[in-house]
């Protein structure tokens, strides 16, 4: 499956931004998806995921109550909805496909990623 995140982009504090990640070649609907974020000089940091049903999702504590994660397997879509977004946020947020998810969701159990899209918050 290939992936392909977009939707980041310069917000303000305070502000939404809503990121999408589109699959191709294979159904989403066969995988649970995450989305992962990495700072600049910092390690890719877990922010959300959802189980393949979307009966489940997980959120990582730095933006809990904030982000919620949605999927619509007919789109073949996993969306990211940011609000009340921080300068904390900026980093590039990348979708990945293929792992476990759980209330511990690992970077390294993932075999398929997108590419990455910014998201640059000013304060």
């Known amino acids: 499956v290939q992936l392909q995140a977009s939707g980041g982009g310069l917000v303000q504090a305070g502000g939404s931004l809503r990121l999408s990640c589109a699959a191709s070649g294979r159904t989403i609907s066969n995988y649970a998806v995450a989305w992962f974020r990495q700072a600049s000089g910092k390690e890719r940091e877990f922010v959300a995921a959802i189980s393949r049903s979307g009966g489940n999702t997980y959120t990582g504590d730095s933006v809990k109550g904030r982000f919620t994660v949605s999927r619509d397997n007919a789109k073949n879509t996993v969306d990211l909805q940011m609000n009340n977004v921080k300068p904390e946020d900026t980093a590039v947020y990348y979708c990945?496909?293929?792992?476990?998810?759980?209330?511990?969701?690992?970077?390294?159990?993932?075999?398929?990623w997108g590419q990455g899209t910014q998201v640059t918050v000013s304060s």
């Open positions: 990945a496909a293929g792992g476990v998810v759980g209330s511990a969701t690992y970077s390294t159990d993932f075999n398929y």
